[in-house]
């Protein structure tokens, strides 16, 4: 081969690998989906979900990997500083925008060293009480509270996680004082509940749906904006007359920032469609969730409007981590 046809075929070669773009550029090479949580929880169980789904629809290598601890913090500042490749993404939740609030040196920036690639699904929580509560409606419970700051004790999964920020609303508009108990993990505090160690808990819908139905937990009610499928016998808390405590639970996919936004495109593409099958649809609703499937753009809209909701709350109450 003559020096001038070998340069003809390199520069062919160079363009043709110009135009295919990042997102050729990583076809086979394994993607990672990092959790913040442990294996077994909601979050787990949406990477797994997508994670077999998307090898399968685009025939690369999807592994899952957990990395809990310190309210997420360190997935998210391990996924921070991972190559921007479109090979490693973050699955969050809604600590995500709080705990660079909330942390003094929470590891990374939510919009800074991220880019939003969709929001999977969204879910209420639910205040509920044991059995030996004597409250049967919400307005009972906050009621009680004011007569006895003891009677409004209530346990979360963790200081700062969408439950805590939920009591902390709901405190702040009935002014009732509500007092915050913080677990490791929703398992502990159901269980202290349901024994009578402490008045109530908010949890997911999913996490307290089976003590819910055994009758072991009595649901007041639900954070979303309306009843929820599923479990529209449970009232919500606009509607027990505090419309200034409605939030989600919602969990979602970012990307370290400066990933290509062909890259992001084809992830939020193959992802949201993942996410909008019926099957989907059924199976996340066992788990007190639907999906959402959002566009990167209106995922970014989404957590920037939450950040300065958030922040206001975080202020009032005097949340911090540290």
């Known amino acids: 081969m003559n020096a001038c046809l070998a340069r003809l075929i390199l520069g062919a070669t160079t363009a043709a690998l110009a135009m295919c773009g990042p997102a050729a550029a990583q076809e086979g090479k394994i993607m990672k989906i990092v959790v913040i949580t442990a294996a077994g929880g909601a979050g787990d169980f949406m990477a797994r979900y997508v994670a077999e789904r998307l090898g399968t629809k685009t025939g690369r290598t999807v592994v899952v990997e957990n990395r809990p601890g310190a309210g997420g913090n360190i997935a998210s500042a391990l996924v921070a500083r991972s190559a921007n490749d479109g090979t490693t993404v973050l699955l969050t939740s809604n600590n995500h925008t709080v705990n660079p609030q909330i942390f003094s040196k929470a590891g990374y920036d939510a919009f800074k060293d991220f880019t939003p690639v969709t929001q999977l699904t969204r879910g209420p929580v639910v205040l509920a009480v044991g059995p030996g509560s004597q409250a049967r409606t919400l307005r009972e419970f906050v009621d009680a509270s004011k007569l006895n700051a003891a009677n409004g004790s209530y346990a979360t999964y963790g200081i700062g996680g969408a439950a805590h920020l939920v009591g902390e609303m709901l405190s702040r508009a009935s ?34 749906s089976a003590y819910i139905k055994s009758g072991q937990l009595r649901p ?29 639970i919602w969990i979602g996919i970012v990307a370290p920032a400066g990933t290509p936004a062909d890259v992001v495109s084809q992830l939020n593409k193959d992802i949201s469609e993942i996410v909008k099958t019926p099957e989907a649809r059924e199976t996340f609703a066992r788990q007190g969730m639907e999906p959402v499937g959002s566009s990167a753009a209106e995922f970014d809209a989404y957590l920037r409007k939450e950040a300065a909701t958030m922040e206001q709350i975080i202020k009032a109450n005097k949340i911090t981590a540290d």
């Open 175 to 208: 002014g009732a004082g509500l007092q915050h108990v913080a677990y490791r993990g929703a398992a502990p505090a159901l269980t202290d509940t349901i024994a009578g160690q402490v008045p109530a808990v908010i949890v997911s819908l999913a996490a307290a």
């Open 220 to 248: 007041l009610a639900v954070s979303s904006a309306a009843r929820w499928p599923g479990a529209t016998f449970i009232p919500t808390i606009a509607e027990s007359g505090w419309k200034d405590a409605v939030y989600d």
